[in-house]
């Protein structure tokens, strides 16, 4: 089991970055593929992006792809977001998920843990 914390959201104009982090608890954080979703209000729970779990391979919405990048550190127990040119759309809450399954798929069922949250709001 691993537990999951999120932080490094807040207000950001457009244009601007914000980078993202997801510390997790347990020795078995290597075990698991990451990922991050995001979740506007009025709106279902939307994929972002995923990184394996040696950090060898990544894969993106196609909204954020060129813009975001998804990174982790095995050895901090942490799983990164770095968000450049943000964009009023981009506003939501960003959560961190970890799933045991290989195959990458980008719907929030086939995850396994999930944090709470950080709020990224961006203005216009």
């Known amino acids: 089991q691993v537990q999951l914390v999120e932080s490094g959201g807040g207000l950001v104009q457009a244009g601007g970055s914000l980078r993202l982090s997801c510390a997790a608890s347990?020795?078995?954080?290597?075990?698991?593929?990451m990922g991050w979703f995001r979740q506007a209000p009025g709106k279902e729970r939307e994929f972002v992006a995923t990184?394996?779990?040696?950090?060898?391979?990544?894969y993106y919405a196609d909204s954020v792809k060129g813009r975001f990048t998804i990174s982790r550190d095995n050895a901090k127990n942490t799983v990164y977001l770095q968000m450049n040119s943000l964009k009023p759309e981009d506003t939501a809450v960003y959560y961190c998920?970890?799933?045991?399954?290989?195959?990458?798929?980008?719907?929030?069922?086939?995850?396994?843990?999930w944090g709470k949250g950080t709020q990224v709001t961006v203005s216009s």
């Open positions: 990184i394996s779990r040696g950090g060898g391979s990544t």
């Open positions: 347990g020795r078995t954080f290597s075990s698991y593929h």
């Open positions: 998920a970890a799933r045991v399954s290989p195959i990458v798929v980008v719907t929030p069922v086939a995850y396994n843990y």
